[in-house]
C-alpha cells in the first residue's frame, strides 16, 4: 500500500521541493490515485481486519475526493457579481441601432 502522506522528524533535510505548494490539482490526482491503491488492496485482501481497513480507507479517501473536487468546483465556477444581467450582444446591438 502507498503513503502519500508522511511526517518528517527534522528539519535538517528538507528541501525546496518540501515547501512548494500543493496544488488543488495535484491534490485531487493523489487522492485519485490512493483510492485506487485501496481498491486494489480491497480487492487482493483475505483477511477480515485488512478488509475493514480498506473499508474504512475506501470511505475516508471517498470523502476527501468529494470535498477536493467540491473546491475545485468553486474555484472555477465565476462570481455572481462578474456575470452579465443581460446578454452582452444584446448591450451591443442596442448600443448600435440605438
Same mark, same amino acid.
Given at each position: 500500500?502507498?503513503?502519500?502522506?508522511?511526517? /518528517?522528524?527534522?528539519? +535538517?533535510?528538507?528541501?525546496? +521541493? $518540501?515547501?512548494?505548494?500543493?496544488?488543488?490539482? $495535484?491534490?485531487?490526482?493523489?487522492?485519485? /490515485?490512493?483510492?485506487?491503491?485501496?481498491? !486494489?488492496?480491497?480487492?487482493?485482501?483475505?483477511?477480515?481486519?485488512?478488509?475493514?481497513?480498506?473499508?474504512? +480507507?475506501?470511505?475516508?479517501?471517498?470523502?476527501?475526493?468529494?470535498?477536493?473536487? $467540491?473546491? !475545485? !468546483?468553486?474555484?472555477?465556477?465565476?462570481?455572481?457579481?462578474?456575470?452579465?444581467?443581460?446578454?452582452?450582444?444584446?448591450?451591443?446591438?442596442?448600443?448600435?441601432?440605438?
Amino acid at each position: 500500500m502507498k503513503m502519500y502522506f508522511n511526517q /518528517k522528524m527534522g528539519t +535538517e533535510h528538507m528541501t525546496e +521541493e $518540501d515547501y512548494t505548494p500543493v496544488t488543488l490539482k $495535484d491534490s485531487i490526482e493523489k487522492t485519485r /490515485k490512493a483510492l485506487n491503491d485501496a481498491y !486494489a488492496g480491497f480487492d487482493n485482501a483475505v483477511d477480515v481486519d485488512m478488509i475493514d481497513s480498506y473499508i474504512y +480507507e475506501i470511505n475516508s479517501l471517498q470523502k476527501r475526493y468529494k470535498h477536493l473536487t $467540491d473546491l !475545485a !468546483a468553486l474555484e472555477s465556477a465565476p462570481a455572481e457579481d462578474t456575470l452579465y444581467k443581460h446578454s452582452p450582444v444584446r448591450a451591443l446591438i442596442s448600443h448600435v441601432l440605438g
